[in-house]
Each structure stands twice: as structure tokens, then as C-alpha cells.
């Protein structure tokens, strides 16, 4: 039976049909609606239908329907299913919140939707074939729109009591710093954050709070793509934007070795993109961390920023 994976991202949907030995059958990418709760509902049930059409053989539909042998769904969200309301919760994507997006779904696209964080769908995908295949206990951080994580243990997502384990994003930045002479800002109480709260690890380490860090301190604005192309290119003020997000990332990431230890840490979203976090990111990590000797792996995920589609793929079991 094939699979389906959707990534719901902020800025993007993409969608990824797999067969069950893992092999890509289709894939797309549209523009993910903001703001328009029941446009998200339209686009995701849109994509499935579109890689529905592109998996199944001519009048293979009618059939498919006849046997109950239709692709499984398995959707990633910026956010989680509360188990207590089972309405979505704690997603940078706001205008989820508060619905039972993975009913609606169910209901839009006739068949059943499993639904879990998208930095659960990421670790999950390189904890199986990916940059932590082998390890035993897998930590991922989306580093994109918004900023997130997700734990893997021997194989299975810890999705915690609250369906909130792993929501490094909304930690506060540790050890905040007072300006210094190479530039910067006052981290405290450090900027505004959609949940309500000020300084989260998300307005620091997301895209746009790379972006936004730029422009406090340069009058500047410009996206983190172009940030980066500008310090290969020499900016010293755009290097000391990477320098101050370097280490706003390796303080974040002590708390995690700090708390669990994992084998591995495993980079996704757009921002994993820029090599100079590999280059750079392990030795400010260790200087941050507790333990005296340090040594964790810091990898880009194996399968791209979009890795956690996949990882949406395989959240229905394989079929007996």
C-alpha cells in the first residue's frame, strides 16, 4: 500500500508519496495559505488528490476504492493535537489552533489522517534512514519559519504526556548576553513571541529571527538566505549576524545535551542549509555544555530541509 506525507509548513505544503519500501513515487510543493484555516483544509486535500492521481494507474481509482487500498495519510504540523481537547495546539501556524484539523482532514479527504509535529516527522525520518540511522536516541531542531524539536528513542517518537516533548522552540534562550563590542542587543527580555511570552529560542534561531536580529541591529532587512550569501560574500556585519545566531543555537542546544544526552542532533528546515553551522556550531556547543567532553555529532538531515515529509510518510505502520 503506498503512503502519503504531508509536511504543513508556514511557508509551504509539500506533499511526498512513498511505496512501501520507501521509494519516491511523486512529489509538490504549492504555497501554504496563512491565516485561512479552511483554505489549509482545501490545500492539503487538493495535494493528496493530485498524488493520488499521480500513483494509481488509469481507472486504478475505482478499484482502489472497491478494495479499501487507498494511500495512507500521515501529515506534519507545526504544532500537536492536544489529548486532552483534541484540538490543535501550540502552532506557529495560529490559525490552527483551536481546531480538530486532523477530523476535518479525515473528513475533507475520506479516508483516516495521522497527524503529529513536524519535528517529530523529521527525527523520526533520519532516525530510520537518515543522518541518525544507528543511534539510539535521536534529537532534531527545525530551523525554518518557526523552530521546533523532536525526540526519537530506539526507533519510536516520545511524544511526552502532553504531546509536547521536544518543544525546544518555546524554551527561553539560555544565559542571555548584555551587548557587546562586536555589536548585538540586550538579550533580555529578548523579543516578542506569537505564544505570549518574550525571548523563546523561536524569535532567535527561526528565519525570521535570524532576520529580524539583522535588522535590529543594522536597519536592515532582509531575508536569512540573503543574510548568508552576503557573509560568504565578506559583509562583516552579516558574519556577525551568523556569529550571534551560532551562538544563540549553541546555547539552546546545551540545554538539550544538558537534559538528554542524545547520540546525535540532526539539523532541518531551510536554515540547515548554511554549511557554516557544521563547521562552527560543535565547538561553541561543547564550550556551552556541562559535561567537559563534548562530542556530539551536529549532522544535516540526509534527506534534505524537507526531510520530515518522510517522516509524515511512516507514521501508519506497514500493512501486514
Known sequence: MPRIGIDLGGTKIEGLALDDTGRELARRRIPAPRNDYRATIDAVAGLVAWLDGEIMP???????????????????????ISPLTGLVKNANSTWLIGHPLDRDLAARIGRPV????DANCLALSEAADGAGAGCHTVFAAILGTGCGGGLVVEGRIVTGRHAAAGEWGH????WPQAPTASGGEDERPGPDCYCGRRGCLETWLSGPGLAQDHARVTGNTLPAIEIAALAAAGSEAARATLDRHVDRLARGL?????LLDPDVIVLGGGLSNMDHLYQRLPQR?????????????????????????????????APC
Open 58 to 80: 488509469a481507472g486504478g481509482r475505482r478499484a482502489m476504492n472497491r478494495t479499501n487500498t487507498q494511500a495512507s495519510v500521515g501529515v506534519g504540523i507545526p504544532g500537536a
Open 114 to 117: 495521522r497527524l503529529e509535529n
Open 171 to 174: 524554551s527561553p534562550l539560555p
Open 254 to 258: 546545551a540545554g538539550v545535551v544538558n
Open 285 to 317: 556547543l561543547a564550550a556551552w555544555c556541562f559535561s567537559p567532553d563534548v562530542t556530539t555529532p551536529i549532522r544535516r538531515a540526509r534527506h534534505g530541509d524537507s526531510s520530515g515529509v518522510r517522516g509524515a510518510a511512516w507514521l501508519w505502520p
